[in-house]
């Protein structure tokens, strides 16, 4: 397990990676960013470092004493980086493969530094080191790298693991903020074009869009309740309708064994949203406009229903789910009381997503424009009577 916890602490392909997925982008997404098939595809971090990232993690689980040391390392030190006094241990050959990988990435950010000057002019060039002699920033900021020890361009140091470790979890931690962010501002601009859109109609035609809108949002909402994630009626729901074991009791270490995919006793992230699928269909439809159901929600419900899991089960936060763990909070007959409750579910629809304050704030900062016409209307009294607009309003403003 230890070796799983260095993925996870290093590359976090398999904790970050799926709560992270792509930068939202306003508009129609394609199938792998709306969560289509992306089998055989190796998600990336996001990170500038990426490809270094997954090669030192590759070449550090070749060597099997540094794997049999992490076996009894706990999260804690392979996350601060206390870990990185096991680079000791490994071979000569591995040690001379994470020189060269450094060796590489050095000449790489050397070759981008150099990109970025030429595109500096040489004035900007003198005010930047005048600036940065009296501790101010640059016009144009050249970041010195923090993934490794760039004083010492040659070797691969314990200072280097244990540097790759911090920046990793730090700057990962960052994305997931602004991940959410970027859902945010999604969101505010959909409901910004959507007004716009609606402002632009005649009256006629906006009352026939505003009443074919909410019939969407109507069928949207108009879904069978959903379970709690992780509760005993929504694991039930899936040992019934896919492992189609309806005619046998509920068996938590079966249902354990069943999903555990690749056989290594733990259930992954991915193993985990695999769990998922059978509750997220119940709201939204591939088939069904993104007006109706909006895929890029959907992954964000899966991201936050997957947390929930996780937050729940995964005692030592290692983003892996043991056996013992899931027994722990099922109960070994799947009689634990806080397993047999439902509290059901909210979508991200059901929860609001940003205030109207911060919508008014986006409109002005994004699209400069008066925003009286463009009002966020929570999603409660929505479908309600709103004033007429004035004659003025359905014109294009210049």
Known sequence: MGSNILLVCLSLSVLILPILGKPVNVGSPSPQEAGGDTHGKEKETGLEYDQYLRQVVEVLESDPSFRKKLETANVSDIKNGNVAMYLEMVGHNVRTALDELKRQEVARLQELTHLKMQGTSGIDLIKNAMFRANGRAGIRHFEI??????????????????????????????????????????????????????????????????????????????????????????????????????????????????????????????????????????????????????PLEREQDMSRMRKHIFTEMDLNKDYRITIQEFLNYTGTQGDRAEFNQDDGWKTVDENPVFSEEEYQEFIKSHHDQPSKDLKFVPEHIQGQQQPPLNQHQGEQQP
Do not use: C
């Open 145 to 294: 790298p923090s993934h490794l020890d760039f004083k010492n361009p040659h070797s691969f140091e314990m200072s280097d693991l244990k540097n790759l470790i911090l920046k990793t979890t730090a700057d990962l931690e960052e994305l997931d903020k602004k991940k959410n962010e970027e859902f945010k501002e999604y969101e505010m601009e959909k409901e910004y074009e959507k007004k716009q859109h609606l402002n632009l109609l005649p009256e006629e035609e906006r009352k026939k869009e505003e009443d074919r809108l909410e019939q969407l949002k109507k069928k949207h909402a108009n879904h069978p309740k959903l379970n709690h994630p992780g509760s005993k009626d929504q694991l039930e729901e899936v040992w019934d309708k896919v492992d189609h074991l309806e005619d046998q009791d509920f068996n938590p270490k079966t249902f354990f064994y069943t999903h555990d995919l690749n056989g290594d006793f733990e259930w992954s992230i991915e193993e985990v949203e695999a769990l998922l699928q059978l509750e997220l269909d119940k709201v939204y439809d591939a088939r069904n406009s993104p007006d109706e159901d909006d």
